[in-house]
């Protein structure tokens, strides 16, 4: 018995911290991953793998957090790909709800950019990025079904 009343606090605290430390959208979305991998056309030995987080709630996207990560042995190159991130994210700053980060070692970029669909102005998104090809529908959701079927339509797999 003096064993399980040492054990029950810290099970307690335990329980309390993963429950206190899960991001909300993993608490009350679904999530739905893809991924892609690609090579630069360019000759350069560039590798380039593409990730996607996709949290969803009853058929609608509700957040996306997307992760490119470019890898080359040349960081002339890898200079050049977190400069072109940066002149097109540039569009989207100001904009509440969607943020991208990108960081640089020697030999790779990443670049993590966040989405807010439940929150985000998509008026805004849309003027920024066009209403052609675009997911947002209508109504300023993004159905799930054409999110995913946009992703796929340039070579990501989903696990759905």
Do not use: W
Not at 140 to 151: E, Q
């Amino acid at each position: 018995m003096i064993k399980v009343r040492k054990i029950m606090p810290l099970l307690l605290v335990s329980i309390c911290l993963l429950t206190a430390c899960t991001p909300k959208e993993e608490r009350d979305y679904k999530l739905i991953k893809c991924t892609r991998k690609a090579q630069a056309t360019t000759g350069d030995n560039v590798e380039i793998n593409l990730s996607y987080k996709i949290y969803y709630k009853d058929d609608y996207v509700k957040k996306v957090i997307a992760t490119d990560e470019v890898r080359s042995s040349d960081s002339g190159v890898i200079d050049e790909y977190a400069s072109s991130y940066k002149k097109i994210y540039a569009s989207y700053d100001g904009l509440k709800h969607f943020s991208n980060k990108i960081t640089t070692t020697t030999n790779s970029m990443t670049s993590v950019t966040e989405i807010d669909y439940a929150h985000i102005d998509t008026d805004k998104l849309l003027e920024i990025e066009g209403k052609e090809d675009n997911v947002v529908n209508e109504e300023g959701k993004v159905p799930l079904k054409d999110f995913i079927a946009f992703y796929e339509k340039y070579g990501a797999e989903c696990d759905k």
